[in-house]
Structures are given as structure tokens and as C-alpha cells.
């Protein structure tokens, strides 16, 4: 079945410093959301990406969808303490309205 | 309401025992959604709902989970003969379907609070 990896896993940065996660997923999908968890939170919709190389800007985020849609990064300028959370993409394959979650990267943002 | 709701939002039971989770939408959605969360993991797909009936039920683990969804609206999570591995926050999400030319694709999913089951 459809698989769907995050790296990294955990992410400590300096406030101030940029900061990437990266999404694979095993299947061509059809369209990626990205989703941000704060501690204790839920996960609350970022943004949806559908055209392969698709690249979408959020002030300081910026998402991008691969060419081949199997891959997608969201990159964070100039981090915040605002930004510590967990970062979900969710790939869904095809015309099927599954969505599965990639397992995260937890960032932590050092004053 | 305004959002999802969910109730419990905490439920601690016994091995062995059955329990309900409840699940009410955001009115005038179609899809809803049910995940497992456990600490530390991204969310578990269970079983996705377009109105009343279950169009994916391909993530609950055994027959001892059920959902239903009679009118299209409120869903039930049912959980039988509950184990201690059952014990994680059950997340559930609810979002309109748009028409993409031919491809009907979901639109950004709205999660509740979450239910934290814990089986003792």
C-alpha cells in the first residue's frame, strides 16, 4: 500500500536560522496538503499543492511539489517560536480520497 | 457549531470493555474521517466516510472497530472488546469534495479536538 515518509524527524534550529522538511511518498499521488500540530493541538490544513512542480508561498513558507508528484518539501525562512510544531504532509493516490500521513518532523525553535 | 466536535474528549476504560467515540461535523460536509493518533506518530488512517455510507474502510485494524454515519451526518466510532493497544487520541475530520474536472479531490480536511482513549 501507499506509504508516505517525513525527514527529518526531529529539527532543532536557532531563531532565525531557515529551516526544510521533505515528503516521499512511495505512489504518485494526486495532490499533498501539509499540515502544522502544535504541542497537545490538532492538526490544522496548511495548504494543498495539485500541479507536478508546483511551488506555493505563505510569507515565510514556501511548499513545493515535485515533478513527478511523488515528492514535496516545505521550507520555513527565517523561524520563528511561533512556528514549533509538527509538520504532517498527507499524500492522496490517484482519484481516491484517502489521505495518509507521512509520521512528521517535530521542530523546535530556540529563542 | 463553528468546527468539528468531539466527544469524550477523554475516555478511560477498562480492558475489555466496548465504547463510542462521537464525531459531529462541520455542517454541509460530505467526507468525514476517522484517524488514530498515537504519541509521537502522524495520524492512522481508519475509515472515510462520503455521506452516509463508508467509501474506505481499508485502515480499521480488526472487526472489533465499526463506524457508522446513518444520516449522513453525526458519526459513531465503535470499539468492542477494547485492548490496551486501542489507547491513542482518535482524531476525526470532516471536508467538502470538489469537482476537479473529472477527479472529484478533497479539499483541506478540518480535524476535532480528538477523543484520548485510554484502555487500563
Known amino acids: 500500500g501507499q506509504q508516505v515518509m517525513q525527514i527529518p524527524q526531529y529539527q532543532h534550529v536557532q531563531e532565525g536560522e531557515d529551516f526544510t522538511t521533505y515528503c516521499n511518498s512511495s505512489?504518485?499521488?494526486?495532490?499533498i496538503q501539509w499540515y502544522k500540530q502544535r504541542p497537545g493541538g490538532h492538526p490544522v490544513f496548511l495548504i494543498q499543492l495539485v500541479k507536478s512542480g508546483e511551488v506555493k508561498k505563505q510569507k515565510r513558507l514556501t511548499f513545493q511539489f515535485g515533478e513527478a508528484k511523488k515528492n514535496s518539501s516545505l521550507h520555513i525562512t527565517a523561524t520563528q517560536t511561533t512556528d514549533v510544531g509538527t509538520y504532517f504532509c498527507?499524500?492522496?493516490?490517484?482519484?481516491?480520497?484517502?489521505?495518509?500521513f507521512g509520521p512528521g518532523t517535530r521542530l523546535s525553535v530556540l529563542p | 457549531g463553528a468546527g468539528v466536535s468531539q466527544t469524550p474528549s477523554n475516555k478511560v476504560t477498562e480492558k475489555g470493555k466496548y465504547v463510542e467515540l462521537r464525531c459531529d461535523p462541520i455542517?454541509?460536509?460530505?467526507?468525514l474521517y476517522w484517524y488514530r493518533q498515537s504519541l509521537g506518530q502522524g495520524p492512522e488512517f481508519l475509515i472515510y466516510?462520503?455521506?452516509?455510507?463508508?467509501?474506505?474502510d481499508s485502515g480499521l485494524p480488526n472487526d472489533r472497530f465499526f463506524a457508522v454515519r446513518p444520516e449522513g451526518s453525526v458519526s459513531t466510532l465503535k470499539i468492542q472488546r477494547t485492548e490496551r493497544g486501542d489507547s491513542a487520541v482518535y482524531l476525526c475530520a470532516s471536508s467538502l469534495t470538489k469537482s476537479w474536472g473529472r477527479a472529484p479531490n478533497t479539499g483541506e480536511l478540518f480535524f476535532g479536538e480528538g477523543s484520548r482513549l485510554t484502555v487500563l
Open positions: 466516510f462520503q455521506g452516509t455510507g463508508a467509501a474506505d
Open positions: 505512489t504518485t499521488l494526486s495532490n
Open positions: 498527507a499524500g492522496q493516490e490517484g482519484y481516491g480520497q484517502n489521505f495518509v
Open positions: 455542517s454541509g460536509h460530505t467526507a
